[in-house]
């Protein structure tokens, strides 16, 4: 019952099933202890996480959410919370042993959990990098007040997001970027900070001054901070009732710090020589399991009969598990290499499929009219023809919003969408990219903008963790998302920070499309195809092409798609095949002009998927070809190519496989000295000149 004074959504510890938190509790240490006493010392479960000490605190929160969209992103302790919403025995030990029937189907460690929505929240695909949950989860915040109140869904109304970590994690980027986006948004997240004193081996005081995150955080601004013993049933219920209500009440995020031991060390395999015994021992008077059983008895919810005939029922539970897990076979090997991309089955959770919101791409040919467009403006017009027609379009970044981008991409598109669709972020690109995972997965289409290439560079594990996500989850979970960057040198310009293309870094990071156009009608067509995509997508905007006469067409039409993974062939020539995409483009075809018809020049388009076909048939039919690339040159994309030419095409070449690239440095700033880095129109003729006399 709800006294008087108490807020709304508060949930009184009288009100809380205290059988079922005992329940959880002891099935969570009955699974724990099978792995450490018999799976792990087999060899059956190679990373054992004992989650003892931490259980109480997190079987309390996750019965709390309740509602139909709420999340939470979890970390690799958090199996009792797991276990509350939803997860079986027999999953979590088919998880931990690589069974099929494990949530992620053998793919993934155990303990790195997905979930779409049972009977508590979603569980959104953890990582097993720490720190990466935060942003993430900030992103499901956001979207929250996004579907609330840009889209007018009300079901939405009182939904909240929580983030587990522990007190290592505190001290990671991901947790000050999420940290900075909910406080200044004043968005509906929850810590859940689980101080158990250690990371591995490293004390709290060395993750945060003090060794105390919440105390630190007393004045933060916009967050409500809290503490709690979380292994004391009464106090820990109240705090973490009163974490949610203040969170679901949309009073704003809260950061709630719970002390708990660690009763194992940090993995099955952690001897814990760290810590001495007497802390050990300190800590194992402190255990959360005997001080809910002392509580339950003192309340008469539970006696001794009671608590020994609900233990046998775990126990018999968890053999039964234990029985058909070891019944199960191991995963397909077949399936191994699916699901890196969307196939055609929508995933439970994440993107516009599930809800039937996506928009049809239908590739047509272009309808081109008015004048001739710089790509910059192409790229807006096309962000614009499809915030009108998709509302959960969603266009960010910095300085993205009333400037409308320091390139000018989004200018007016603040005022003309509102500032609920188009908005500027705080700086921090891990930010962007981990918000943005968040957003898609709670059914919006994120496009944020990274100013220029290398400053995607802090988002980096974002990036690769987003990749993998569909793959991980054996796509349960998709989270499409479509990134701009402006990319490579000026106009008359370089520099080592603005003028980087480094495709071949994202052409390594599994799960990535990546669209680099080489004219305005090419953007156009590509930018439509990735916002009505189902895949992570890079679309590459050079800058030289932005305002520059090379890369002006006639705008294609509001319903131009071009497919991804078809190359262009811009110039026919018989005797030597040229492939390049971006700005060089437009360098070898005034070098190819020297040679008429004898020079073949194809734009590739886009990097991945590339067009093997294509490039592989001009081969064929010219039998010398040379690779010219903006990225420096050692592992650059031109090696993949000239390495798939050499395997598929060796007897039809003529001559060596030739590749001009910028050499392994950065792009000077001095225009003579970029110049003399960069491919040059003479240094591409002088190649085009040789390899035809070769
Ligand atoms: C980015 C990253 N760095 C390092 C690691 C290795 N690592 C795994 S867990 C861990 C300690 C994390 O401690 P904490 O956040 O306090 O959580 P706890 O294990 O105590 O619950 C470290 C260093 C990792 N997984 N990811």
């Known amino acids: 019952m709800q006294s008087k004074e108490e807020p709304a959504n508060f949930v009184s510890a009288a009100a809380v099933d205290w059988r079922e938190v005992a329940r959880l509790v002891l099935l969570s240490r009955a699974l724990d202890q099978l792995e450490e006493q018999h799976l792990a ?24 959410l309740d509602q139909p969209h709420d999340a939470a992103a979890v970390y690799y302790r958090s199996r009792p919370f797991m276990l ?33 929505r049972r009977n508590g929240p979603t569980i959104l695909p953890s990582s097993g990098d720490v720190g990466a949950q935060y942003t993430p989860a900030s992103g499901w915040a956001q979207a929250i007040t996004y579907r609330q109140s840009v889209l007018g869904e009300a079901g939405w109304g009182n939904a909240l997001a929580a983030v587990l970590g522990g007190d290592g994690s505190v001290a ?72 949610v209500a203040h969170v679901r009440s949309r009073a704003g995020p809260c950061l709630l710090r719970l002390r708990v031991p660690r009763l194992r060390g940090h993995t099955f395999i952690d001897d814990q020589a760290y810590k001495t015994s007497a802390e050990r021992d300190e800590e194992a008077g402190r255990d959360p399991l005997d001080r809910l059983q ?85 790229v807006r017009r096309t ?64 496009a944020p903008e990274i100013q220029f290439r290398k400053y995607a560079d802090p988002a980096h594990e974002q990036i690769s963790d987003l990749g993998t996500l569909r793959w991980r989850t054996a796509n349960q979970f998709a989270a499409p998302v479509v990134v701009r960057i402006p990319v490579g040198y000026g106009k008359r310009t370089g520099d080592p920070w603005h003028s980087l293309t480094g495709e071949a870094v994202y052409a390594h990071t599994p799960g990535w499309r990546i669209a680099f156009p080489s004219n305005a009608q090419d953007a156009v067509g590509l930018l439509r195809t990735a916002l009505r995509g189902d895949d992570p997508t890079f679309f590459f905007e050079h800058r030289a092409l932005l305002d520059t006469p090379e890369g002006r067409r006639p705008y294609p039409g509001d319903d131009f798609c071009l497919p991804f ?16 995409w971006g700005a060089l483009l437009h360098r070898c075809l005034a070098s190819a002009k020297d040679f008429p018809g004898r020079v073949a020049v194809l734009d590739l388009r886009t990097i991945i998927p590339w067009d093997r076909e294509a490039v592989l048939e001009q081969v064929r039919r010219t039998g010398k070809v040379l690779l010219v690339q903006e990225d420096t040159i050692t592992t650059g994309f031109a090696a993949e190519i000239a390495a798939t030419i050499a395997d598929q095409a060796f007897t039809d070449l003529d001559a060596p496989i030739r590749r001009l690239a910028t050499p392994d440095v950065p792009i000077p700033y001095n225009v003579t000295l970029m110049e003399s880095v960069l491919p040059s129109v003479a240094r591409i003729r002088a190649n085009m000149e040789a390899l035809l006399a070769f």
């Open 84 to 116: 509350a919403c939803g997860l079986t025995p027999a999953e979590a030990l088919a998880a931990g042993m690589a069974r099929a029937g494990s949530p992620s189907q053998g793919r993934d460690v155990g303990v790195v959990f997905n979930l779409p």
């Open 294 to 378: 002392e509580y339950l008895f003192e309340q008469g919810f539970s006696n001794q009969a009671a608590w020994q005939a609900l233990s046998g029922q775990v126990d018999q539970a968890v053999a039964g598990a234990l029985e058909e897990v070891e019944a199960s076979p191991d995963p397909d090997p077949a399936q191994a290499t699916r699901h890196m991309f969307f196939e055609g089955s929508p995933p439970i959770q994440g993107g516009l499929r599930p809800e039937n919101a996506q928009l049809p791409t239908v590739y047509s040919e272009p309808q081109p009219s008015g004048p001739r467009l710089n790509l910059l403006d192409a």
């Open 41 to 64: 010392p087999q060899g059956r479960v190679k990373y054992q996480f004992s989650a003892m000490g931490h259980e109480l605190a997190q079987v309390l929160l996750a019965l709390q």
């Open 565 to 580: 993974g078809k190359a262009n062939l811009i110039l026919p020539g018989d005797e030597l095949l040229v492939v390049s």
């Open 383 to 446: 962000l614009e023809s499809e915030m009108a027609r998709n509302p959960r379009l969603l266009v960010f970044g910095e300085d993205v919003g009333v400037k409308g981008g320091v390139h000018g991409a989004t200018q007016g598109m603040q005022a003309h969408f509102g500032a609920g669709r188009v908005f500027d972020t705080s700086l921090s690109e891990e930010g962007i990219i981990g918000r943005s995972v968040g957003l898609a997965l709670a059914g919006l289409l994120p």
């Open 172 to 243: 990671a980027n991901g947790f000050w970027s999420a940290l900075t986006i909910v406080t200044t948004l004043h968005l509906p997240l929850l810590f859940f900070i689980e101080d158990n004193q250690y990371g591995i081996s490293v004390p709290s005081r060395l993750q945060t001054p003090g060794g105390d995150i919440a105390a630190n955080l007393a004045s933060f601004k916009n967050l409500h901070v809290l503490q709690s013993d979380g292994t004391d049933p009464l106090e820990a219920c109240e705090r973490i009732a009163e974490a």
